[in-house]
Antibody
Framework: QVQLVESGGGLVKPGGSLRLSCAVS????????MTWFRQAPGKGLEWVSD????????NYADSVKGRFTISRDNARKSLFLQMNSLTVEDTAVYYC????????????WGHGTLVSVSS | DIQMTQSPSSVSASVGDRVTITCRAS??????LAWYQQRPGKAPSLLIF???TLQGGVPSRFSGSGSGRDFSLTISSLQPEDAATYYC??????????FGQGTRLEIK
């Protein structure tokens, strides 16, 4: 069955960096756009970034542009999010997700990984 | 950016009640709207897409309606397992999708 498993979250100081990973199984990873979302504690959902199936096209929310970089390794069936210059506002659970039909609806989600930015 | 506004922000209802949550977009998004359910500590789960199409495996007591700017999610007969937070999401401006702020549903 389809599985998305995030890892790499943790506690980091403001200004620090972190790299999140999302390992997938159960579908042909290289066929799909992939997306990162986040959810601050007690808050709603926010789209962060997405990447085309080949990795050639990427998009970012204004709140992370210039600080975060999305990438993928299709051979390893893995999605990444490199997060630099972290601020306390980046504290959130980060989810990777797949748009199964390239339609903007997200059926497949990981369980999330918590990133805490605090001094 | 397209803003999504849900109401109410929270609702409390009894088992068997009919519950409706509304979502308004800041501009016309046609039928590019989805509804998600999120239980505490879990990832969101897609309930409805294209405003009114039920995702496979979702109970038929859930239904969606609307187009343009105004949308609604209705639970026809509330069950205990429906306690969760519900989010609307627009895909009109994909990839720059956006969500409503959420509606917390409590079972009395």
């Amino acid at each position: 069955q389809v599985q998305l498993v995030e890892s790499g979250g943790g506690l980091v100081k403001p200004g620090g960096s972190l790299r999140l990973s999302c390992a997938v199984s159960g579908f042909t990873f290289s066929d799909y756009y992939m997306t990162w979302f986040r959810q601050a504690p007690g808050k709603g959902l926010e789209w962060v970034s997405d990447i085309s199936s080949t990795g050639g096209r990427t998009n970012y929310a204004d709140s992370v542009k210039g600080r975060f970089t999305i990438s993928r390794d299709n051979a390893r069936k893995s999605l990444f999010l490199q997060m630099n210059s972290l601020t306390v506002e980046d504290t959130a659970v980060y989810y990777c997700a797949r748009d199964r039909h390239s339609s903007g609806w997200f059926v497949d989600w990981g369980h999330g990984t918590l990133v805490s930015v605090s001094s | 950016d397209i803003q999504m506004t849900q109401s109410p922000s929270s609702v409390s209802a009894s088992v068997g009640d009919r519950v409706t949550i509304t979502c308004r977009a800041s501009q016309d998004i046609s039928s590019w709207l989805a509804w998600y359910q999120q239980r505490p500590g879990k990832a969101p789960s897609l309930l409805i897409f294209a405003a009114s199409t039920l995702q496979g495996g979702v109970p038929s007591r859930f239904s969606g309606s609307g187009s343009g700017r105004d949308f609604s999610l209705t639970i026809s007969s509330l069950q205990p397992e429906d306690a969760a937070t519900y989010y609307c999401q627009q895909a009109y401006s994909s990839p720059r999708i956006s969500f409503g702020q959420g509606t917390r549903l409590e079972i009395k």
